[in-house]
């Protein structure tokens, strides 16, 4: 069974700080997505990684998919209010075929104080 | 943009009850999918559907669990007969090479 863990679970800090969310697993994705989600939303997509090192950046977001795409981190520079929300990394696993169903993690609640 | 649009919102049903969710999905999408989130839990792929049928199914959809897609716009989830259990948060989504979301439907099986 394809797992993703994903931590820190919360995260609480100051506007201005910088913070890293990783996703990580024991098992193989042919590709990794990043989603942020609001309350009462459904999951909106930020970034889909597929390379092993691939590195994306969207404004202050900077995401990572490890050589070996077993693992991925979100980093986020000098958070802001807006930035806060609940992050959630998906993967694709090997094998899925063209159905490409999503293996969860349990998400990263974040909140940036102002 | 082009957006995935879920009805009802909310629904709230008795045990044992019927109840039909309903999702418009992206047009020119060839692949639709319904996860469920649970409370406190990981979103979780119920069952994707590709060229008008089933392409995939989790352990979770039973036979109480249907798709259709009765008229080339409208993709629909059946629960035959609702369980507590399946008090959770469900979301249609459809893809091209990335995934779009609906808002949800929050159903509450009392």
């Known amino acids: 069974t394809q797992l993703l863990e994903q931590s820190p679970q919360f995260l609480s800090i100051q506007e201005g700080e910088n913070l890293t969310v990783y996703c990580n697993s024991s098992?193989?994705?042919?590709?990794l997505q990043w989603y942020r989600q609001e309350p009462g939303e459904g999951p909106v997509l930020l970034v889909t990684v597929v390379t092993g090192g691939e590195v994306k950046k969207l404004k202050r977001l900077t995401f990572q998919f490890g050589d070996a795409r077993k693992d991925s981190s979100l980093h986020i520079t000098a958070a802001q209010p807006g930035d806060t929300g609940l992050y959630l990394c998906?993967?694709?696993?090997?094998?899925?075929?063209?159905?490409?169903?999503?293996?969860w993690g349990l998400g990263t609640s974040l909140a940036v104080n102002p | 943009e082009p957006e995935v649009t879920q009805t009802p919102s909310h629904q709230v049903t008795q045990m044992g009850q019927e109840v039909i969710l309903r999702c418009v999905p992206i047009s020119n999408h060839l692949y639709f999918y319904w996860y469920r989130q649970i409370l406190g839990q990981k979103v979780e792929f119920l069952v994707s559907?590709?060229?008008?049928?089933?392409?995939?199914k989790s352990e979770i959809f039973d036979d109480q669990f249907s798709v259709e897609r009765p008229d080339g716009s409208n993709f629909t989830l059946k629960i035959r007969s609702t369980k507590l259990e399946d008090s959770a948060m469900y979301f249609c989504?459809?893809?091209?090479?990335?995934?779009?979301f609906g808002s949800g439907t929050r159903l509450t099986v009392v």
């Open positions: 989504a459809s893809r091209d090479y990335g995934y779009t």
């Open positions: 559907f590709y060229n008008n049928e089933i392409s995939e």
């Open positions: 998906a993967g694709v696993g090997l094998g899925a075929g063209n159905n490409r169903k999503l293996i």
């Open positions: 098992s193989v994705f042919s590709s």
